[in-house]
C-alpha cells in the first residue's frame, strides 16, 4: 500500500475537476454489478461524477445490468450497442458524450480503491499534466490458478518502471485500469486498425507536449489470468496492437527531448525486440562457437538456460511449479508471445474486435 508523502498536500476537495468515467463492455455480466457498486463507493463529489457504460453488442445479461443501474443511479449512463464494433469505436462514441473535464478509463473487471479516483485527478492541478496513470495491483486467483504465471512478479518490475518515468512527467504507457487524460487532449482512436487504446492515449498525450504522471496512492485492482495460456494469447494480441500504435506516434522516436525517446527506446522499444535479439545471438553463437572459449561460454550458457524453460514447460503440464524453472519458462513464452505478435503485424492479421481475456 503506497500513501501519500509527508510533503504533498492534501487534495483540495474544492477544485477538484468534473470527471467522466468511461468503461467500453462486453459480456460482462459477472463483474458489471461490482464495478458500478465499486465506483459508487468511491471517495468524491458525485455532483462532479458521470460514468458513462457502452457495452458493445453483449449476447448475456450485461445490458439488462447496466440499464438496470442507470435507473438507480442518476450519474449512471448506459449505451448499448446492437452490432458489435470494437473497443475503440465504443471508446471514441462514449467520450463524445462525456460533460466532464478530465477522462477517466478503466475496465469492467477492475477495483478502485475508495481514495483512487480522488487521488488520481487531483494531480491535474498542475495545468501541464495532461495524464496521469495510477497504480494497478495484480492478485492471483485462489482457485485453479497455475503458478507457472508469473505475470505478477513481472508486473512489479513494470510498475517500477512507470513509478520513475511518471517522476519526470514522461510516463510510456499507462494502465487501461485505471488512467486519466484531460478531454481537450483526447484523439479519436483509430477504427480499422488494430490499437493498444491505453498506450495510444499516451503516446497522444506525450505528443502533445504534456506530461504524463503516474499515482501511486491512486491504486487499483484486477485478476490475473488462472491460466498461463490465457496470459500468452493476451500478449500476443498486445504485442500486435503495440507496434501498430507506434505506427501513429513514430515522431517520438526522435524527439527533441531526448528524454522521452531514450525512455520509449529503452523500456519498450528494445524490449519489443528482444525475441530478434535472442535468435539473432543464439545463431551467431552457434557458428562461432569454435572460435575461443568465450564463445564457447556463453553457447552453453543458453542451452542451459533453454533447458531450464523446457523443464519449466514440463513441469506446468504436470502442474508442478518450482521458482526457478518457471520464472524461465515465463519469460520465454512472453518473448515467443512477442515475436508472434511481431508476425501478426507484419502480415496484418490481428483484428481490431477481440474479446476480453479473463484477468
Known sequence: MFKRKPGNPKPDRKSLPTVSIL????NEEQVIADRIENIKNLDYDFNKVELIIGSDCSSDDTNIIIIEKSREYNWVNTQVY???????????????????????????????????LLNL???????????????????EPKDKFERSNREKLYWKYETHLKILEGGLGILIA?????????????????????????????????????????????????????????EFNRKVRFAGTNFQ???????????RKLLLSYALWSHKIIRWFVPLLLIILFLTNLFLISYNQFFNIIFTLQI????????????????????????????????????????????????????????
Open 174 to 230: 499507462a494502465n487501461g485500469g485505471i488512467y486519466a487524460i484531460r478531454k481537450k487532449l483526447f484523439v479519436k482512436f483509430p477504427v480499422n486498425e488494430a490499437i493498444t487504446d491505453d498506450l495510444f492515449q499516451t503516446f497522444a498525450v506525450l505528443d502533445q507536449g504534456y506530461k504524463f504522471h503516474f499515482a501511486s496512492d491512486a491504486a487499483a485492482s484486477e485478476d490475473v489470468s488462472k491460466e498461463i495460456k490465457t
Open 245 to 255: 500504435t507506434l505506427k501513429f506516434f513514430h515522431k517520438l522516436l526522435f524527439k
Open 82 to 116: 446492437p452490432a458489435r464494433r470494437g473497443k475503440a469505436n465504443v471508446l471514441n462514441e462514449l467520450v463524445q458524450l462525456a460533460k466532464n473535464e478530465i477522462l477517466v478509463f478503466t475496465d469492467a473487471n477492475s477495483k478502485f480503491e475508495k481514495e483512487a
Open 304 to 359: 542451459i538456460f533453454y533447458s531450464l524453460a523446457l523443464i519449466g514447460f514440463i513441469l506446468n503440464l504436470k502442474k508442478i511449479n518450482i521458482s526457478p524453472f518457471s520464472i524461465v519458462y515465463y519469460y520465454l513464452i512472453s518473448n515467443l508471445a512477442l515475436l508472434i505478435g511481431l508476425i501478426k503485424f507484419l502480415t496484418k492479421k490481428h483484428s481490431f474486435v477481440w474479446n476480453s481475456t479473463p484477468r
Open 23 to 26: 468503461i467500453s463492455a462486453f
Open 121 to 139: 485527478v487531483s494531480n491535474f492541478k498542475n495545468e501541464n499534466v495532461g495524464g496521469v496513470c495510477g497504480r494497478l495491483n495484480l492478485e
